[in-house]
């Protein structure tokens, strides 16, 4: 099993920015790929950026030169920069870890107002 806990989240104006750190721990053999996922009231799970063990990323669209996703491999923690924060970047952000199966944090909220 693998744990994992996210930290960071909170109460932003528009404009301002948050880190979102997440942990990993337990049975981690091998990590393939972290990542950030958001889900809003109403709307669908959403990825926001991912990181390959081998180093490919890939952000969402609309979070594309605003939001940096990096990883410690030594500590097995997962950081995502969240700079110019938008209203629309209100949700839920979710660390997911995939090694040979898919694990998800808790969660941790994100208020971002105009």
């Known amino acids: 099993q693998v744990q994992l806990v996210e930290s960071g989240g909170g109460l932003v104006q528009a404009g301002g920015s948050l880190r979102l750190s997440c942990a990993a721990s337990?049975?981690?053999?091998?990590?393939?790929?972290m990542g950030w996922y958001r889900q809003a009231p109403g709307k669908q799970r959403e990825l926001v950026a991912t990181?390959?063990?081998?180093?490919?990323?890939n952000y969402a669209d609309s979070v594309k030169g605003r939001f940096t996703i990096s990883r410690d491999n030594a500590k097995n923690m997962v950081y995502l920069q969240m700079n110019s924060l938008k209203p629309e970047d209100t949700a839920v952000y979710y660390c997911?870890?995939?090694?040979?199966?898919?694990?998800w944090g808790q969660g941790t909220q994100v208020t971002v107002s105009s």
């Open positions: 337990g049975s981690i053999f091998s990590i393939n790929s």
């Open positions: 990181l390959t063990r081998v180093g490919n990323i």
């Open positions: 997911r870890v995939v090694t040979i199966q898919t694990y």
